[in-house]
């Protein structure tokens, strides 16, 4: 039964015929590891734990709703992207989730790092990341943006429209400093995602057009101006993909255009940046591949197809940031209240919601969710996780079989939630953003605390 056109958008809660969702899974008590953060497990009670430490211990010193960042399994994550583009980039887009923390771990573990504003920019270098390992993306860069990075002395700024080359190029000139550059090519690639996450095709706000000469022609100014250093070209296609066809494409492509400006200029640019947007899991259903299995397959489609154009091949540039942090997080919330409706679902409340998880809906996003404060024997129940926020459209997770004996009081975890939560979080309804606490080896710290009414009394002036 597909869904009714409504001029607000699709009709979620449609009653959909008997049999329609999936079966329950045959144990609602197990943790999958594919889903959840690496030290993540049940203890000899039943109860969660992660970093060795009782998910009941976290709510009880840190509060819900809560993220808690497993650093193992961050640092793991960050280390097996190295190991598997050792002689490429690895630039963590920061716009998943930044902290100092975060910054620390990358530079500690040899990553780069790309931003995509003024004040991530200011984060990063206050945590000691260094400014040539720092890229500045954007589609809208400031006048002061701009000037600040320059004079930072970014190792590269992604340019993304003819009016941003002539600011760049001015920023670097005033600066007395050649400016590093890569340009952001639209591919017209149609990645397999959703709609406001996929970047490629013509219709949309990144880059610039390969179809229509606008990137011959952007870096045909670039060339011209000697404040720029071209050093690539840049390609993003999109967010959560799982299918590499679509970057086997935006390769071709990207190495036609390499080939052009050989071929126009007399010039071989020596980086390519295919990205990143590699899925994760978030529910079982899902089947990531590992950062191995993705470095071997770009390596080997920018190699096959420079060899077919004739050009030598170009130092390769990734930007895993959801695929580094996503997994390493969960979401800890407590729930409220439940509200059943007989031959429907059962509403399940919680005390964060949209607020804190706006990809649901935002992007119609699945999740996992779990009864993590003990185990159940209890039948499974057919559930839609709710926050508390005043909309219809504050949903966690939309359907989802919890135990029918789920009670007030009860906590409830949401993994995958280390990348575009706490990035993402409002104080919409001036709900209190949450904190995130790295855990490690049995103990845990704030590295981004709860906010308080103070906080945002302190920004209403009146």
């Known amino acids: 039964m597909s869904r009714s056109a409504h001029p607000a958008g699709p009709r979620h809660a449609d009653v959909l ?41 976290l709510a009880e010193e840190f509060g819900t709703p809560a993220y808690f960042l497993d650093e193992d399994d961050f640092r793991a994550r960050c280390r097996a992207w190295a190991d598997a583009f050792a002689g490429a980039d690895v630039f963590y887009a920061g716009k998943a989730f930044l902290s100092r923390a975060i ?8 990553l780069n790092l790309d931003v995509c504003s003024g004040a991530e920019l200011g984060l990063a270098l206050d945590a000691g990341m260094p400014a040539e390992r720092i890229a500045f993306h954007g589609n809208n860069k400031t006048v002061e943006e701009i000037e600040r990075a320059v004079e930072a002395g970014v190792g590269r700024i992604v340019l993304d429209s003819y009016q941003e080359i002539v600011r760049v190029a001015a920023a670097a000139e005033r600066a007395g400093r050649r400016q590093r550059v890569q340009i952001r090519v639209t591919v017209g690639v149609e990645a ?11 219709d949309q706000k990144f880059g610039l057009a390969l179809q229509d000469g606008q990137a011959a022609e952007a870096v045909r100014r670039v060339l011209n101006l000697d404040s ?3 050093v690539g070209i840049h390609s993003h296609i999109g967010s959560q993909i799982f299918d590499m066809a679509g970057f086997e494409v935006s390769a071709r492509r990207v190495v036609g255009l390499l080939r052009d400006i050989r071929d126009e200029h007399g010039v071989e640019l020596p980086e390519i940046d295919l990205g990143g947007g590699l899925g994760i899991a978030y529910t079982s259903d899902d089947d990531p591949r590992e950062p191995y299995e993705i470095a071997k397959s770009l390596s080997e489609i920018v190699t096959r197809e ?6 030598t091949v170009p130092r390769l540039s990734v930007e895993p940031g959801r695929a580094i942090v996503g997994p390493t997080a969960f979401t800890l919330y407590t729930v409220g209240t439940i509200k059943d409706l007989p031959g429907l679902r059962t509403y399940v409340s919680v005390d964060g919601g949209m607020s804190d998880n706006i990809r649901t809906a935002l992007y119609d996003a699945e999740y996992s969710v779990a009864l993590v404060s003990r185990t159940s024997d209890a039948e499974p129940m057919l559930t839609r996780v709710v926050g ?13 079989y919890l135990p029918s004996d789920l009670a007030p009081g009860d906590l409830l975890a949401v993994p995958a939630t280390g990348a575009y939560c706490r ?10 953003r949450p904190p995130v606490v790295v855990v490690k080896d049995g103990a845990a710290r704030v590295i981004v ?10 920004l209403d002036v009146g």
């Open 17 to 57: 015929p008997e049999g329609h969702y999936t079966p329950p899974p045959p144990d609602l008590n197990e943790l999958d590891p594919r889903v959840w953060a690496r030290t993540v497990r049940r203890d000899g009670d039943g109860v969660a734990t992660v970093g060795g430490i009782r998910v009941t211990d």
């Open 103 to 110: 910054v620390r771990w990358l530079k500690e573990e040899g």
């Open 192 to 202: 397999h995602t959703h709609e406001f996450i996929a970047t490629a095709h013509e």
């Open 228 to 230: 720029l250093e071209l």
């Open 306 to 311: 420079c060899a077919a154009a004739g050009l």
């Open 388 to 400: 508390k926020h005043c909309e219809s459209g504050d949903i966690v997770v939309r359907d989802a």
């Open 423 to 432: 990035a993402m979080a409002s104080n919409y309804n001036h709900a209190l």
């Open 449 to 458: 605390r709860r906010e308080t009414e103070e906080d945002l009394l302190r």
